[in-house]
C-alpha cells in the first residue's frame, strides 16, 4: 500500500471495471452485461438487484470466468486485490474459486450431486483446495488415517456451523433427504469450507418460504460479522436487499441504472426504474404510494439500440432518452443513476 498515491483510497478487495459479457448467437448479439462497474469493499454486503434475464448471474459467472460458451467477456477487468482475473489463466482461477471467491449458484443441484452424502461434498471440497494438512498425494496409514479424522472433524464443525442438527447424521444424508432450507444451508457449508474472502450469493434464498428465507439471511449476516466475509447477495427482491445490504446497485438490461448507499437509495430511489421496483414492493410501497407493477416486460438483449433500455416502460421518457449512449449522473454523495433526469 505504501506505493498508493496521497490521498487515495487502499485497494479495494473486489472491482470490476466495464464489465462486458456477450452471447454471440447466430441471431445476433447477446449483451448479457455491458460496461458495468462495482466496487466491494472488505467485509461489505453489496445487493446485486434486477428483474429476471437482466444479467446478474452472467456477472457473478464472469467474475469467476464461467460464463459459459457461448458467451465471453469482450471487454473491462475483473480485479481481484488489484489482480485482473480476466487474464488470469484457467489454473489461477481454479485456484481463486472456492479459497479466495465462493459462489453458491442460482440452483442448488448444480452444486450438490445428487448420489453422494453431503459430508462426503464438504470433505470433497476441502480436498481440492488442500487445506488440510496432508491434503494431495494419498499418505501410508497412520498419516492419512490422522487426515481423514482432520477432515471428519472439519465437516461435522461446518455442518454445525451453518445451522444443520445432528452433524453427525445429516453428514450421511444424501440431498434429497434435505429440505430446501438445508439444502441452502449445506450449500453455505460448501462454500465455507475453505474460507472465502468474498462469498457470491445467487439468488439463495428465491425459493424459500419468508420464515426460512429470514433464518438464512440471517446466517449470512452472521458470517459477514464473525468472519468479516464480503458478500454480493444477486436478488430480485429489492426488499430484501434494501435489509441486509449496505449497498445497492440495480441492474436492468445488463447495465448497471443506479447505485449507491441503501438508505438514501430506498428512501428517494432516482432512477425511474428503481422507483419501479419499489412500488412493487407491498411492505415499502405502503409508505409510499400504492403497490403498482411496472407496465411492460424486460427487452429482448438482443442488438440493444444505444440509449435507455428502460424507455418504453419509463413514465418520464422522451426523445432525449434515446439514440446515444447514457452515462451515469451523480446524484448524491456515493449515488449514482443512469437516466437523463440529471443531466447537468
Ligand atoms: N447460455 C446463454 N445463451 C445465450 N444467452 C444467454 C445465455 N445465458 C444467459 N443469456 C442471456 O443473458 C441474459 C442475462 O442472463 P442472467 O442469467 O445473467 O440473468 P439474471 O439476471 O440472472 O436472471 P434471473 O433472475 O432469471 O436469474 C439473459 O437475458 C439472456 O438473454
Ligand atoms: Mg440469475
Redesign the pocket.
Known amino acids: 500500500m505504501e506505493d498508493q498515491p496521497v490521498g487515495t483510497t487502499p485497494t479495494p478487495l473486489l472491482e470490476l471495471e466495464g464489465l462486458t459479457t456477450i452471447?454471440p448467437?447466430k441471431r445476433g448479439r447477446?449483451q448479457?452485461?455491458t460496461g458495468l462497474t462495482l466496487r466491494l469493499e472488505r467485509g461489505q454486503i453489496m445487493g446485486l438487484v434486477?428483474?429476471?434475464?437482466?444479467?446478474?448471474?452472467?456477472?457473478?459467472?464472469s467474475i469467476l470466468g464461467l460464463v459459459?460458451?457461448?458467451?465471453q467477456i469482450v471487454a473491462g477487468e475483473v480485479r481481484f486485490k488489484g489482480r485482473n482475473l480476466v487474464r488470469a489463466s484457467n489454473a489461477e482461477l481454479r485456484e481463486i474459486r472456492g479459497k479466495d471467491i465462493a459462489m453458491i449458484f442460482?440452483d442448488p443441484m448444480t452444486t450438490l450431486n445428487p448420489i453422494f452424502p453431503i459430508g462426503e461434498q464438504i470433505r470433497e471440497s476441502l480436498r481440492i483446495h488442500g487445506l488440510l494438512n496432508g491434503a494431495g498425494p494419498r499418505l501410508p496409514w497412520p498419516f492419512d488415517h490422522a487426515r481423514r479424522r482432520a477432515e471428519r472433524e472439519r465437516v461435522l464443525w461446518l455442518l454445525d456451523e451453518v445451522g444443520i442438527p445432528t452433524p453427525e447424521e445429516a453428514s450421511h444424508r444424501y440431498p434429497h433427504e434435505y429440505s430446501g432450507g438445508m439444502q441452502q444451508r449445506a450449500l453455505i457449508a460448501i462454500a465455507l469450507s475453505c474460507e472465502p474472502q468474498i462469498l457470491l450469493a445467487?439468488?439463495l434464498t428465491t425459493a424459500l418460504d419468508v420464515t426460512v428465507q429470514a433464518q438464512i439471511m440471517d446466517l449470512l449476516k452472521r458470517i459477514n460479522r464473525d468472519r468479516g466475509t464480503a458478500i454480493i447477495l444477486?436478488t430480485?427482491d429489492l426488499g430484501l436487499a434494501a435489509e441486509f445490504c449496505q449497498e445497492i446497485a440495480v441492474?436492468y438490461a445488463?447495465r448497471i441504472v443506479e447505485r449507491g448507499p441503501t438508505d438514501p437509495l430506498i428512501e428517494d430511489p432516482k432512477h425511474p426504474y428503481t422507483q419501479g421496483l419499489l412500488d412493487c414492493i407491498p411492505r415499502i410501497a405502503a409508505t409510499r404510494r400504492r403497490i403498482q407493477p411496472i407496465p411492460g416486460t424486460?427487452p429482448?438483449?438482443?442488438d440493444l439500440p444505444p440509449g435507455c433500455a428502460f424507455t418504453p416502460r419509463c413514465p418520464h421518457a422522451h426523445d432525449g432518452c434515446t439514440g446515444h449512449a447514457i452515462p451515469l449522473y451523480k446524484v448524491g454523495p456515493g449515488r449514482l443513476a443512469r437516466c437523463v433526469l440529471y443531466e447537468h
Open positions: 452471447f448467437l447477446v448479457a452485461v434486477g428483474e429476471s434475464g437482466s444479467g446478474k448471474s452472467m456477472t457473478m459467472l459459459p460458451y457461448p458467451g442460482q445467487d439468488e444477486v430480485h441492474m445488463g424486460v429482448d438483449l438482443i
